[in-house]
């Protein structure tokens, strides 16, 4: 079996604020939330936590049921997400959810942006089964409350296509994702940084289709509205050089591919931190393109890495892991060290046949 590479498709988490008094108490919460905000959007994402978790502390003086409450713990929740501590975010979604349930009914955009929020944290996980149902409630909800042309919407559209593209099921894939661009180009403009993650991600699946002349264009345009909105060191731009990459390796254009490997990387370790999930991607690409070219001893190192990463941020069982130990197996085989290639080649098929099984339609 041919090694696989690991695009980065962005799904859609949403951060929350909550429009307050003018109170002093509620002044400061509302403060802190909003410049945590802005600290998770340029992805300072110490200085966001810090921020979150003083948001957090004033809103439990709100009471136990009150929206703010649900919002901080949502939004903390999205930033350990970000960061791959999955385990920390799932508590803090699933209270948020039961809050705004009670406090502003079931059928409120809230519900919806809270519903997304957990499915989007499930479908990182691998939990797809799980996924579905709260993705097609929130769209649900946003089509009645929002109107069918909301950026919300397409949101939604956007991450319910990530998540059937995960499942194999194409044939629903590209309908959405056309529909949420064109929802998001209407909606906010052309060249606004969602605008860039629909491109990015209608790119991505053509890629996978072999629909290389229909990718590429969509591929740059994603990049520049990235450079030009966020800056050329934020990880979105990271996303975008790697999905450029990934398209040029499938089409042969190997000369222009190490370097945006590499670019992207450093992007995402100086963003993120050395042990971020995304980091494991790029060291898994990285490792594939030095594998397809046959410099199998610059292969190995980051393969290792990358696995090492994703079973601490993601869990030894997470879709992944398969991923990386079938292309660190084929590795070894490529260098003679067959036994080593059972073992990991036994565990990735122990991992895929959990999933499947998990997964598979009740």
């Known amino acids: 079996m ?23 108490q509620q002044s400061s919460w509302e403060k802190q939330n909003a410049a945590a905000v802005r600290a998770y959007q340029r992805a300072d994402f110490a200085e ?27 939004n903390l929740a999205s930033l350990y997400s970000a960061q791959g501590r999955y385990a920390e975010a799932e508590p803090l979604y699933r209270r948020a959810l039961a809050i705004l349930e009670k406090a502003v009914g079931p059928e409120h955009a809230l519900v919806a942006t809270g519903l997304n929020n957990l499915a989007e944290l499930y479908r990182q996980q691998g939990r797809y089964a799980e996924a579905e149902p709260l993705y097609r409630r929130a769209l649900a909800i946003r089509e009645k409350v929002l109107g069918p042309e909301h950026p919300d919407v397409a949101a939604s559209l956007n991450n319910l296509a990530y998540l059937y593209n995960a499942q194999g099921r194409y044939a629903q894939v590209e309908p959405l994702y056309q529909r ?20 990015n991600n209608l790119a991505e699946f053509y890629r996978q289709q072999g629909r290389y002349a229909e990718a590429e264009p969509l591929c740059r345009r994603a990049l520049a509205i990235r450079e ?3 800056g050329p060191e934020h990880p979105d731009v990271a996303t975008s050089l790697n999905e450029l990459a990934l398209l040029y390796s499938a089409q042969g254009r190997y000369a ?34 030095y ?34 130990l079938k292309n660190y197996a084929a590795l070894l085989r490529k260098m003679n060290r067959a036994a080593d290639a059972e073992k990991l080649e036994a565990r990735a098929q122990a991992i895929r046949a959990r999933h499947a099984q998990q997964n598979s339609p009740k």
């Open 180 to 199: 949420a661009l064109a929802i998001w180009e209407k909606a906010v403009g052309p060249e606004h940084v969602l605008v860039a993650t629909g491109l």
């Open 2 to 24: 041919k090694p696989r590479k690991l695009g980065w498709l962005a799904g859609l988490l949403c951060l929350v604020l909550w429009p307050v008094a003018a109170c002093t």
């Open 228 to 230: 030009k909105v966020l």
């Open 291 to 324: 594998h397809q070219q046959g410099r199998y001893a610059e292969a190995e190192p980051p393969y290792r890495r990358a696995l090492a990463i994703w079973e601490k941020a993601l869990g030894p069982d997470h879709p992944n892991v398969a991923t990386v």
């Open 256 to 289: 222009q591919v190490e370097p945006l490997y590499q670019r992207g990387l450093a992007i995402w370790e100086k963003a993120l931190g050395p042990e971020h999930a995304l980091v494991a991607t790029g060291l898994n690409n990285l490792a594939e393109f």
């Open 48 to 74: 966001a936590e810090k921020l979150f978790l003083a948001a957090l502390r004033e809103a439990e003086k709100f009471g136990p049921q009150d929206p703010r409450l649900a919002t901080s713990l949502s």
